[in-house]
C-alpha cells in the first residue's frame, strides 16, 4: 500500500504542479480582461477618458483618468508572483497604454500577453478597434 501511494505522489505530484500554474494563468488573465471592461464603462458612465497604463518593468497595470489634463491613478494591480506581463502591442496615445472614449472605444485595437513563469504557458488579451470588444485567445 505504501508503494502505491508514494508512486502516485511521484507520477501525480509534477502534474498537479503544472496545473496550479495553469490555474494562475488564467486567474489573472480574467481579472485583467474584467479590469479592462471595468475601465471602459467608467468612461462611459463618467464621460470621460479612462486608460489601461502597463508597466512592464514593475508587472503591474494602473487604471487612470482624466482629471484636467492629468491623468490621475484610480487603482494599480500588480500580478501574481509567477506571472509576467510579457508584452503589449498599444503605441498610442503612447507606448504601453491604451484609452477608452466615452463611447467605450478603445484609441486602439491591441493585445496584452501575459506569460506563466513556472511553466512558460502565455495567455493573449485582445481589444478590438472601434468595438472595444474584450477575448481570451
Known amino acids: 500500500v505504501c508503494v502505491i501511494v508514494i508512486l502516485c505522489g511521484v507520477i501525480i505530484g509534477p502534474k498537479l504542479a503544472n496545473f496550479t500554474g495553469v490555474n494562475e494563468l488564467e486567474i489573472e488573465t480574467k481579472r485583467l480582461r474584467a479590469k479592462i471592461r471595468y475601465a471602459q464603462q467608467l468612461a462611459v458612465t463618467k464621460q470621460a477618458t479612462y486608460r489601461l497604463e502597463f508597466d512592464l518593468a514593475n508587472e503591474s497595470y494602473a487604471i487612470t483618468y482624466d482629471s484636467g489634463g492629468a491623468y490621475t491613478a484610480l487603482e ?46 502565455t495567455a493573449d488579451i485582445g481589444i478590438a478597434a472601434a468595438t472595444g470588444r474584450v477575448d481570451i485567445e
Do not use: W
Open 76 to 121: 494599480t494591480i500588480g500580478l501574481k508572483e509567477g506571472i509576467d506581463l510579457e508584452s503589449t502591442t498599444f503605441t498610442s496615445p503612447a507606448q504601453n497604454i491604451v484609452s477608452f472614449d466615452y463611447f467605450g472605444a478603445p484609441s486602439q485595437s491591441g493585445h496584452i500577453i501575459l506569460k506563466n513563469t513556472k511553466n512558460s504557458r
